[in-house]
């Protein structure tokens, strides 16, 4: 149980285009989901807190305007990267849980290449 | 939440127990401890969490210490493929509560 699904694992864009990642709960609903970055030989870092129905809250520093997070089902979050640079190059992943007190459990994660 | 501090490294023996420390000296009440890993290019995996008492299950045991100041994660049999980071980490349970990664330890398991 508790299986998060990524889409898609990897993806390359040219500059100045969006990308949207898809975070998916596959048998549990999450009112909560989380996307973190993950630069090369870095620790993840948090990027938003996203909330079902409601808007994401965003960590010190990351754009909200640049990094738009919809959660519009209890199964469903995106991110979309706007406005793509080589510099947004990264490893997405999101994460999710079923109750408040459950662990997280994360995605496979998704592979920006911005060209 | 609070920090925690780990070794940058450790190896152990294919076969053997390996023990991979975690300090917590300014843990609350409220606080758990987490233990996650991360596969090369992968998201990271839920091993294993416990508030005061030890806890095992099919992937590892949880040690924390009476204090809780410091725990130690026991992969009982290591093999080749726990050659990884793994992520000590406290935090409050709630809704919006967020996991903080820090930099982790490098699991080495030498044949």
């Known amino acids: 149980g508790a299986v998060v699904s990524q889409h898609p694992s990897w993806v390359i864009c040219k500059s100045g285009t969006s990308v949207k990642i898809e975070c998916r709960s596959l048998?549990?609903?999450?009112?909560?989901m989380f996307w973190y970055r993950q630069f090369p030989k870095q620790s993840l870092m948090l990027m938003a807190t996203s909330n079902e129905g409601s808007k994401a809250t965003y960590e010190q520093g990351v754009e909200k305007d640049k990094f738009l997070i919809n959660h519009a089902s209890l199964t469903l979050s995106t991110l979309t990267v706007t406005s793509a640079h080589p510099e947004d190059s990264s490893f997405y992943i999101c994460?999710?849980?079923?109750?408040?007190?459950?662990?997280?459990?994360f995605g496979n994660g998704t592979r920006l290449t911005v060209t | 939440d609070a920090k925690t501090t780990q070794p940058p490294s450790m190896d152990c023996a294919e076969g053997r127990a390996a023990n991979l420390p975690c300090n917590h000296s300014t843990i609350s009440g409220n606080e758990y401890v987490y233990w996650y890993r991360q596969i090369h290019s992968q998201g990271p995996q839920y091993i294993i969490h416990?508030?005061?008492n030890n806890e095992t299950n099919e992937m590892a045991s949880l040690i924390i210490t009476e204090d809780r100041k410091s725990s130690t994660l026991i992969l009982p049999h290591a093999t080749l493929r726990d050659t990884t980071v793994y992520y000590c980490?406290?935090?409050?349970?709630?809704?919006?509560?967020?996991?903080?990664f820090g930099k982790g330890i490098t699991l080495s398991v030498r044949p």
């Open positions: 994460s999710a849980r079923s109750t408040v007190n459950s662990p997280l459990h």
């Open positions: 416990g508030l005061k």
């Open positions: 980490i406290v935090r409050v349970d709630g809704a919006n509560s967020k996991l903080t």
């Open positions: 048998d549990f609903q999450a009112t909560t």
